[in-house]
């Protein structure tokens, strides 16, 4: 009798666990990001509510250059791993889900605005490859053939854009094509143009209007105004360098969805110590800020008012604030050795900061400029908040 | 020994149980959103990635006028209700967290951009109270006081603005307030000036930079730039009416930071059948369009390239899809009798319809109108979804 007692007991406790154990467990997962821990093949799932680290998962390959994006309900997050891994990354079981070798070398990512696609950009073989955002299951492959001998370019600039498409840029042909993804069967791929001598990266604008592709061979850039029809290929900011002698680039700059700041484009120039600005409705150039070194992250506060902006080795334990009206600088700090990356709270109250070398995220106020946390991490390089989610490019 | 076994199968079942209980209840909260059900003080939790209601929370009182906000992390909707109540939505527990009445008759509400403080409008007694986002503990209470008899004005178009404010319209007073939170102890109020006769609603823009009053008592709206300082208020679209006469209005149109598409506000004029055009670099008028009737909600698609219209009663059964760059009509259609309310996804792919008098809410592809689904909910208004947490001024 005493052991049906127990039963009965351990029963409703059954009972009672479960309940307990799910509520225990639930949490929302808008205030959720990744940190890439870049030499351990390692994502720390972070809370920027609290900031905290939930908890740090294995398995992810080679991250010595990785990007993620996030998926709609913002549990997962895909990431694009150096070695051609794309790993989908439960953030509330902590845990991949998922992980595919898809090609041999890779340099990023992008999730299609329905998130039901996730395509990846690849060195190596070049070309764009998409998968199921589910399954990871392959859904096409679009290889980068150019020139009259089948070569195969390296592809950059991935990005999605609105009606189920994403463009990218051919870094060794020079060109920019879209594929669309919103008819049934196979994509549509367009070619929209040449961009001119080795497009590096790209971004586009979050209203998924405007694509701008920087250029590594010559000065200058691509824009693509995507509310025209037929769409083309505009020059801006023709030579920028004004024929002088370029820095030896030791780290390429990044270009993302951040730059649009206050009706200006907040870039990175190639091989110069300088930002260039233009202006978001004539795309004429705005001005300069020179800069403490070469930039490699612009990154706009979500109002719009600032820039910060990080720098290449040998100056990279640096990051300055610009004023984004008056294209001054008005702040300066070092956080510590090889800051890589920064990113803001969706609403722009706090930045987190990557310090690599010190093996630390550090955590501000992004208007008082105040510290706020610091988290131990092994090397950390990028950082991203599920707020991604929810913006075209991101 | 048979029971000890039952008992011990029984303790390893608790233990799976748990482990596949809390698992099987995880899911994001990044696509997920609220639909008001107006007539029964209800509101139905839905799954915008699966176009389905997930369960529907009694006990919310008046809804007959109701708006939302989102905690950072998405899993709380703040839900302001005529009746002056403030309730804590848990959309993962799928009840009420927390309910106060906190007011005698309320408009709406807003949270801060550090997603700390909720604010909420009240109309009776005339004011703007500030709660602890968590606990609902009350944190701050601002009377809104005018003219020499002690007089309480009715609050509207209430915002949060960078840097842990809020923004906030004296309908009665026709005066526009900030409320700044970001230093110790009691928040700095600013009284910013005068805004014109009975100013109705506000908007500020995603970047937190431009705020924008609508003006009932005469033809014109109020804008105030942030980030010159002194903050100033000027008047813009002064005499839009052209001193013609105003229809009667028996729904005051809205204005929600989703005006700003392409360049351009698109704005419903009060008491016409019409939408102005702002130009958003100069604030001169830049276009109008003609309408079915009187717009009541003007919401851009994410990507800034259409503006969709519902209109008020009695012409509340159409839609009109305005193209921004040439200002346009490019699509029509009719849901059904009392369209109240529409919501984008983020990235724009799809959009929700509420349909109160045929107790529906509609899905639709925002870029073909086609329909995509129908949900049956009692007499549906206000559609919220949880993206809204990653953007100022939502």
């Keep these: 009798m005493r052991l049906l007692r127990v039963v009965a007991v351990l029963a409703a406790l059954t009972g009672l666990c479960l309940t307990a154990a799910a509520q225990s467990s639930l949490r929302g997962t808008g205030d959720l990001g990744i ?9 720390c799932i972070v809370d920027t ?17 990785a990007s993620a994006v996030f998926s709609p309900d913002q549990r997962y997050a895909y990431v ?40 990846v950009s690849n060195y190596k073989p070049g070309g764009v490859k998409v998968f199921d955002a589910r399954t990871l299951e392959p859904v096409a492959d679009i290889p980068a053939f150019y020139g009259t001998a089948g070569e195969r370019s390296k592809t950059v600039g991935l990005v999605d854009a609105p009606g189920r498409r994403f463009i990218f840029t051919l870094y060794d042909a020079g060109e920019i094509w879209m594929a669309d993804f919103s008819g049934p069967g ?21 209203d ?14 691509a824009h693509i105004d995507l509310w025209n029809t037929p769409v083309k290929i505009t ?12 820095l030896p680039v030791y780290k390429m700059p990044h270009l993302e969805g951040w730059a649009l700041a206050g009706g200006r484009f907040i870039l990175p120039a190639v091989g110069r110590s300088e930002l260039l600005a233009l202006d ?9 800020v020179k800069v403490h070194g070469q930039p490699v992250f612009a990154i706009a506060r979500p109002d719009g008012r600032q820039v910060w902006v990080n720098f290449a080795h040998p100056l990279n334990d640096t990051i300055q604030v610009v004023d984004v009206p008056s294209l001054k600088i008005v702040h300066e700090f070092k956080p510590g050795p090889a800051i890589l990356h920064m990113e803001f709270t969706p609403r722009g109250h706090e930045v987190w900061v990557s310090v690599r070398d010190a093996d630390k995220v550090e955590i501000y106020d992004a208007r008082t400029f105040e510290k706020r946390g610091e988290l131990k991490m092994r090397k950390p390089s ?10 075209i490019g991101l």
Tied chains: 1, 2.
Aim: hydrophobic share 35%.
């Design 280 to 288: 978001a409705a004539t795309f004429k150039e705005a001005g300069r």
């Design 235 to 246: 020059r801006v900011l023709d030579g920028y360098g004004k024929g002088e002698a370029k």
């Design 208 to 221: 998924g209007r405007h694509y701008i592709a920087g250029l590594f061979g010559e000065d200058g850039l």
């Design 80 to 119: 694009f791993g150096r070695d051609g891994g794309l790993t989908k990354v439960d953030l509330l079981e902590r845990r991949i889900a998922k992980r595919v070798i898809q090609a041999g070398n890779s340099i990023g990512g992008a999730i299609s605005d329905d998130g039901k696609l996730v395509a």
């Design 382 to 391: 990028g950082v991203f908040f599920t707020a991604r989610s929810n913006r």
């Design 35 to 43: 940190v890439i821990e870049r030499a351990d093949g390692s994502v």
């Design 49 to 65: 509510s609290a900031r905290s680290i939930l908890s740090c998962v294995d398995g992810l390959g080679d991250l010595s250059h």
């Design 186 to 206: 196979k994509p549509e791929i367009s070619k929209l143009g040449r961009a001119g001598e080795l497009p590096y990266d790209a971004l586009i604008t979050g």
